[in-house]
Every structure is written in structure tokens, then in C-alpha cells.
């Protein structure tokens, strides 16, 4: 039996970052545990996208940690992550997204972030394959950038590791162990048991699993997130062109070596119950008859800017569940009625952009130290006792989803 300081649950993108956030700030004696492999499970189906408007108060600041996470990992490991920056347009047709984008461009401007408004024939120059006739405003944001989710996840880990961080894969948590409401460690799926004052659960989808016994309900559930690539054409989908959000369409589009990346989201989004969950996402049926369902609903509204959606050939659907919270707002701070217990989770399918910042504000709460942004948020217990595993209660996370618009 060995004693840590701290045990990080789960290697994913969230667990990676916290572990490496932590560990570069001088924690030591860490370990990070995750039953799977590193960079396994969700954090290797996202569309990678690295959006850095956003409206909310502190999201910009978490975002652009992400990016300087990347060059900090970069020059550490003296390897590449691959970051793609490509830029992005965002475009609107009606009243409701003009308003969008009129606060986006505030808040980016504010931000020092470079914008502009581009006419429709530089938006045709850009994007080879749109039709520009219904577009009204398209804001261009020349440093926007996407990136390999999983080669970013296992960035982390590995800069983590080379400042000390344990990492031990294929080994599971079957238990978090208190005593009196207090932290005591954790019991593996081998029996054998390791001791910590300090216990994160980032164990993303599955969360809720290990803190049910203790009767703590975090306040979210897995929803479906998914995403379609075409066929090859490299004249229409020039590599590394801008990605596009496209509020009006429900939809994002992102190059993919030469392909077409469409993301879309249905009106009625759909959530699991965390407790049918299999341990590896690859083993799990996210109703992939949704591939053909969800294009159908979804297809007419992006049909006035991509006329040839109808007849372009798909390569690929991926799916995969993104952790939705009600208020679309993150799970980051300290479990009210347990000393020593944390989590970081909720990631509302912005763990890729959002996950450095994630990671350090995480790192700060558990150090005491003083936050980079508001934690108040984030605060895993804003909504009161709640069951995660009540139907109402995920329908209530998957609507979150449903009326989401940005990328
Ligand atoms: C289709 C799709 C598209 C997306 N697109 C984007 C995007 O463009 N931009 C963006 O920012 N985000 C995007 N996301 C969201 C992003 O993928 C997630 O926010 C991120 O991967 C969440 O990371 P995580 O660490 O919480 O989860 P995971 O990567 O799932 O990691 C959790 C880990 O915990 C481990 N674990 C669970 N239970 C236990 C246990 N009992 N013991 C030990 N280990 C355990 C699991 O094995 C797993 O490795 C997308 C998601 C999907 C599904």
C-alpha cells in the first residue's frame, strides 16, 4: 500500500490538465489513475475545436490557458501537439445571431483578440464550399485553432509525468474511501487500497458512478455529441481552412485533411443514464442509427449554406457523450459535505478548449490558493441536492445541449 498526496481519478483531457496544473505548481507525490488508457475515452472522439469567443465572464481567460498550456507543453517536451490555426468565421442570417455575434465581437475586442467582419466574397474565398447567398454578418477570428484531442490529452500527461506525476493505467477505482465524512483514499478494482488526503474524481461520464455511495449527486448526465465527415475533396474542403459556427444552422464545420467536418446539433438532444455506461466507450451503442436520423432532421437548416449536403457522400460519424449541466456552466470546486473530496467534471463538450484553464483553476481551489478567474460558478453543489440519475434531471442536462449554438 503507498501514500499519496493527492489522487487524481481519471485520464482524460480534465485529469490530465488538473494533474499537470498541480504538479507545476510544486504538488508533489501525485498520482494519476485512470482504468483505461490515457487519453482514451472522450477526450479521443472530439471535434478538437479550440473556440476562443465566448460571452461569459472568465471563459476567454480559461480558454487562452489552453493555448498557453500547448506552447508550455511544446517546449518542455520539446515535441510538437500538432495545433492547427486555421482561424474561424462565425456567421449569421437572422436577428437573434447578429446579436450573437455583435457579443462576441465585444467581448473578443475587449479581450485584445483580433476580429473582423469579412464581406460574403472573401467568406467564398475562404470557404470554397459555402453558399454566401443567406449570410448577413460573418466575423472572422484569424487566431482560432483546433488540435488532436487525444495527442493534447496525452500532452498533458506527459509534461505531468516529467514533473512527477505517477501515472498508472488499466487499473480501476471501485470505491473513494471516507471515514466521518473525511478523504481517506481509494480502493481499487484489484482490491488493494491507496491512501491520499486528497482525492479528485475527473472521471468524466462516470463521475456519478463513484461518487454514488457516498450519496453525492453531481450535477450533471452524459448527452450525445456527434459530428459527420465527408468524402475527400480537396478543392471544395481546402485543407486547414477556417472552421465556421453557424448558430442558425445548430451546426460547426471543420476541416478534416482535405474533408468536411459538419457538427450538429438536433433539437432534442439525448442523454444516457450514467449507470448504463460500459467502462470503455468503444463497447457502448449510441444509437448509431442516429448517423442517418439526426443528419435527416438536421440536414435542411444547413442546406442554405451548404447546398450539396443532400448528395455529399459521408465517410465517417462519430459520437460520444459530452457531460451537460444545466446551466451549461463547469463542476470545479470541492464537495460541500466530504473534507478532501473534489471534482472536475460537467465538461458542457468544451473539455478541449476550456480544459487548461479547467485544470488550473482546479489546481488552485485544491492548493488554496487564489483563483486565475471566479470559482463561484462552478460550484459543484450551486444547484442544491440533486439525482443524477433521475430521468427528469438528464432531461434537464440534454436540453442544455439541444439549445446550444456556439462551437
Ligand atoms: C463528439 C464530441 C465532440 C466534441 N468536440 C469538442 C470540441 O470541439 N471542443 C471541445 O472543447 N470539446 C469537445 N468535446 C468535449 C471533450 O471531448 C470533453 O470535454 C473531454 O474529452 C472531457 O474530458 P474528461 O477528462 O472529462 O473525460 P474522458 O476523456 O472520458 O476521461 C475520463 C476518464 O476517466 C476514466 N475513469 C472513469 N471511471 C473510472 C474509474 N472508476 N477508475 C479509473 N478511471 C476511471 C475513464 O476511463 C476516462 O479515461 C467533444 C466531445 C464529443 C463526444
Known amino acids: 500500500m503507498r501514500n499519496y498526496n493527492i489522487i487524481v481519478i481519471g485520464g482524460g483531457l480534465l485529469g490530465c490538465s488538473t494533474a499537470y496544473q498541480l504538479a507545476k505548481k510544486g504538488a508533489k507525490n501525485i498520482l494519476l489513475i485512470d482504468r483505461k488508457e490515457i487519453a482514451s475515452q472522450s477526450s479521443a472522439r472530439a471535434a478538437c475545436l479550440l473556440t476562443r469567443a465566448r460571452t461569459k465572464p472568465g471563459l476567454m481567460e480559461m480558454v487562452q490557458e489552453t493555448y498557453d498550456c500547448i506552447d508550455e507543453i511544446e517546449e518542455m517536451l520539446g515535441e510538437s501537439l500538432g495545433l492547427q490555426c486555421c482561424g474561424s468565421i462565425t456567421i449569421a442570417s437572422s436577428q437573434a445571431s447578429m446579436k450573437g455575434v455583435e457579443a462576441i465581437e465585444q467581448a473578443v475586442t475587449s479581450f485584445s483578440l483580433p476580429n473582423e467582419r469579412i464581406d460574403n466574397e ?133 476541416s478534416d485533411v482535405g474533408a468536411l467536418m459538419i457538427g450538429l446539433r438536433e433539437s432534442e438532444c439525448l442523454s444516457f443514464d450514467p449507470s448504463t455506461l460500459t467502462d470503455d466507450l468503444e463497447d457502448y451503442d449510441f444509437e448509431k442509427d442516429a448517423k442517418w436520423r439526426v443528419l435527416d432532421e438536421c440536414a435542411p437548416l444547413l442546406k442554405g449554406y451548404f447546398p450539396q449536403i443532400d448528395d455529399i457522400g459521408i465517410a465517417h460519424y462519430v459520437s460520444g457523450p459530452s457531460c451537460y449541466v444545466p446551466d451549461t456552466s463547469y463542476i470545479i470546486g470541492e464537495i460541500e459535505s466530504y473534507s478532501g473530496l473534489y471534482t472536475i467534471s460537467g465538461c458542457c463538450g468544451g473539455g478541449v478548449a476550456v480544459g487548461g484553464g479547467m485544470g488550473r483553476l482546479m489546481a488552485e481551489i485544491v492548493l488554496g490558493e487564489k483563483t486565475f478567474v471566479d470559482s463561484q460558478p462552478y460550484n459543484p453543489s450551486r444547484f442544491g441536492k440533486i439525482d443524477p440519475f433521475a430521468p427528469a434531471f438528464q432531461r434537464s442536462c440534454a436540453d442544455a445541449r439541444s439549445n446550444k449554438k456556439g462551437g
Open 122 to 254: 472573401k467568406v467564398s474565398a475562404l470557404l470554397p464550399w459555402i453558399d454566401t447567398s443567406a449570410i448577413e454578418a460573418a466575423l472572422y477570428m484569424p487566431t482560432d485553432c483546433f488540435i488532436d484531442s487525444a495527442l493534447l490529452c496525452s500532452g498533458y500527461a506527459n509534461a505531468a509525468k516529467k514533473l512527477g506525476v505517477e501515472i498508472r493505467s488499466n487499473i480501476g477505482v471501485k470505491d473513494i474511501i471516507c471515514k466521518d465524512k473525511v478523504v481517506k483514499g481509494v480502493l481499487l478494482a484489484n482490491g488493494d487500497t491507496i491512501n491520499a488526503p486528497i482525492i479528485i474524481n475527473a472521471a468524466g461520464a462516470w463521475a456519478n458512478i463513484l461518487m454514488r455511495s457516498l450519496e453525492v449527486g453531481l450535477p450533471f448526465t452524459p448527452v450525445r455529441s456527434h459530428f459527420w465527415i465527408t468524402d475527400i475533396d480537396k478543392d471544395k474542403f481546402p485543407v486547414n481552412h477556417p472552421f465556421t459556427i453557424i448558430p442558425d444552422a445548430r451546426a460547426f464545420t471543420r
